[in-house]
């Protein structure tokens, strides 16, 4: 087993505290994210089970062991940065063949694991170029194959696609996660990118200021976050003024449950959980209809503060600019902070 538990790591840099009381649990063969801005500890979380950096304090397990006394080289596992990383005087074949040749393993055996291995990522043809001869994404998929050559138990990949262009970038993040569950591999993927976070794992840890502030598969981080920080972090919310009308809260036309520590807040509301009825009375205002593809988003305005609202096509199709309308919410429980 290859389950990896972060306990309470802390890393200081001399007065800068780059992780504090960081802890994580990573089942055996799941994807988990590290998510979270620039600078609040991902690489360092990384480089800490990589085995290139020793935390100031808090343990590191792996499959149940202790492994912060092992080096790098004897945890053996594969990393993949964002800055392509292959030998540039090394053909497509020689790059994935470097680790196997580390390892003392017969040109024979090499050669036929390097064939699989082009063969798992679509390379086949291009075994024979140079790093200079190929595209940012196809650079990345050796780089990926080179990391699992030997069959590392655990694989590492900071920001792997940061550096390529969108369409690259989501076509690789798939090529990712299906070569991840063909190999059923223990992978911690960082980003702070929140949509890549989101489509690729298991289960996501959203990071701040050097702690895990909620993990959760990305439906439940969606549905559930547990504060604004992680709300705002994974997708876009509207910020709603409420309050509380004896033991319930209004929140636009409806009355949900919520917090009974205060009495005024803001409430966090999706835009496809707002639901729009046409009332002459209706204090918000229809300002803007966007027609996105598989849906529409509508603007309005309520009260001087603007609501966003995605629709199903059919159901906006009665909409039109300047309508008044009352707006309710489909949430029932939805997350409220005090103001
Ligand atoms: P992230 O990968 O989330 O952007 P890092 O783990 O690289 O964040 O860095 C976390 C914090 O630690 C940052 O404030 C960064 O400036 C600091 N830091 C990282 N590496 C070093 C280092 N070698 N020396 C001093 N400070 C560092
Ligand atoms: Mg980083």
Redesign the pocket.
């Known amino acids: 087993m290859t389950d990896v538990q972060f306990k309470n790591i802390t ?1 200081h ?2 007065a ?4 504090s009381n960081f802890s994580l649990n990573i089942n055996s063969g799941e994807l988990v994210s590290i998510l ?12 800490i089970l990589a085995g290139f ?1 020793q935390p100031t304090a808090g343990n590191l397990l792996v499959g149940g062991h202790e492994i912060l006394e092992l080096p790098a080289a004897k945890r053996g596992y594969g990393m993949v940065f964002q800055s392509y990383s292959l030998f540039p005087n090394m053909t497509t074949f020689e790059n994935i063949e470097f680790p196997l040749k580390l390892r003392k393993i017969d040109a024979a055996a090499r050669a036929k694991r390097v064939n699989e291995l082009l063969d798992l990522i679509s390379m086949e043809e291009h075994a024979q170029k140079f790093p200079h001869q190929l595209s940012g994404g196809q650079q990345q998929r050796i780089a990926l194959a080179r990391a699992v050559a030997l069959e590392p138990p655990i694989l590492l990949l ?2 792997p696609l940061s550096a390529l262009d969108a369409t690259v970038r989501d076509q690789l993040r798939d090529e990712i996660r299906s070569l991840q569950k063909r190999l059923g591999i223990t992978t911690v993927f ?1 980003t ?1 990118d929140q949509q890549e976070a989101m489509a690729i794992s298991d289960q996501v840890a959203i ?1 701040r200021s ?1 702690q895990v502030e909620q993990l959760g598969s990305p439906r439940e981080l969606y549905q559930n976050p547990k504060n604004s920080f992680v709300a705002r972090f994974v997708g876009i919310s509207n910020q709603i003024k409420s309050t509380k009308i004896g033991d319930a809260w209004k929140v636009l036309g409806s009355s949900v449950s919520g917090p009974a520590e205060f009495n005024t807040g803001i409430a966090f509301i999706r835009p496809e959980d707002i639901k729009i009825t046409p009332n002459l009375d209706g204090i918000a205002v229809v300002e803007e209809i966007s027609f996105l593809g598989s849906f529409v988003r509508v603007f309005m305005s309520v009260e001087g503060n603007r609501v966003i609202a995605d629709l199903q096509i059919s159901e906006a199709e009665k909409l039109i600019i300047g309508q008044q309308v009352e707006l309710t919410i489909r949430d029932a429980n939805p997350l409220i902070e005090s103001i």
Do not use: Q, W
């Open positions: 890393k840099y001399g800068e505290v780059a992780l979270g801005p620039s600078g609040c500890g991902k690489t360092t979380a990384l480089r950096i900071d920001e960082v702070h990071m050097g």
